[in-house]
């Protein structure tokens, strides 16, 4: 689902779909492990041919939480009020491919008749997400990324119980996924930047995962 702001302007993707997918990029992202970015082109896609796909490898952040916000200035998100903090990991990105890069893999893909082919991303340290894990009576851990694409699989049962709520003023996915209960959203920070918020615990009901979105100051 293609997520906009109140002027209609697209902020970034929340794709949820079944883990029992079929089609073939579904199944090349599935065999992502952390630390792993490839670039893919299938010949016959109905829509892009050529998409980057990441799975963020999690690194221990040691550095505080002022410090991070500082590397963060120019995102301006919001973080859950009057809460002690346990632990915070980050994430880095990767380099995109050139166009000519991309020019390449087409060519490959006609010259050899392989319909799909992968490259690897190379990693770089751009920071593109954070996670801090709260404690307190129930704990918590909120991830806050700056890329707003994201491909969620889910088991049938799982996917028949996402359910659309709204948080912050903007639409919203609650739903368990391996026993945790998540809520997820995208919306713009105060700088203006899109970013895409999730909050997770176990368990976790959707109306403590509210209260504490809507808590989150700058």
């Known amino acids: 689902?293609?997520?906009?702001?109140?002027?209609?302007?697209?902020?970034?993707?929340?794709?949820?779909?079944?883990?029992d997918s079929e089609d073939g990029m579904d199944q090349i992202i599935g065999n992502l492990r952390p630390g792993d970015g490839k670039a893919i082109y299938i010949a016959d896609a109905k829509e892009n041919s050529f998409t980057q796909q990441t799975n963020y490898?999690?690194?221990?952040?040691?550095?505080?939480?002022?410090?991070?916000?500082?590397?963060?200035?120019?995102?301006?998100?919001?973080?859950?009020?009057q809460v002690e903090h346990?632990?915070?990991?980050?994430?880095?990105?990767?380099?995109?491919?050139?166009?000519?890069?991309?020019e390449a893999?087409?060519?490959?893909?006609?010259m050899t008749g392989k319909n799909v082919i992968v490259r690897d991303l190379k990693p770089n340290?751009?920071?593109?997400?954070?996670?801090?894990?709260?404690?307190?009576?129930?704990?918590?851990?909120?991830?806050?990324?700056?890329?707003?694409?994201?491909?969620?699989?889910?088991s049938e049962s799982e996917l028949a119980q996402v359910r659309t709520l709204h948080v912050r003023g903007v639409e919203a996915f609650y739903f368990t996924n391996h026993g945790t209960d998540r809520l997820i959203w995208i919306e713009e920070g105060s700088s203006g930047k899109a970013?895409?918020?999730?909050?997770?615990?176990?368990?976790?009901?959707?109306?403590?995962?509210?209260?504490?979105?809507?808590?989150?100051?700058?």
């Open 57 to 81: 490898a999690a690194v221990e952040w040691e550095n505080g939480l002022e410090q991070l916000k500082e590397n963060l200035t120019s995102w301006k998100p919001r973080f859950p009020a």
């Open 125 to 154: 340290n751009k920071l593109v997400g954070v996670s801090i894990t709260y404690g307190g009576e129930k704990s918590f851990t909120l991830r806050i990324f700056g890329t707003t694409k994201s491909r969620i699989g889910l």
């Open 105 to 110: 893999m087409a060519e490959e893909s006609e």
């Open 1 to 19: 689902m293609d997520i906009k702001n109140q002027n209609g302007d697209f902020l970034g993707k929340i794709q949820i779909e079944s883990l």
């Open 195 to 218: 970013l895409q918020y999730e909050l997770f615990g176990k368990p976790m009901p959707a109306d403590i995962l509210i209260n504490i979105a809507e808590s989150m100051t700058t």
């Open 86 to 102: 346990n632990s915070i990991q980050v994430y880095y990105g990767f380099d995109n491919l050139t166009p000519d890069e991309i």
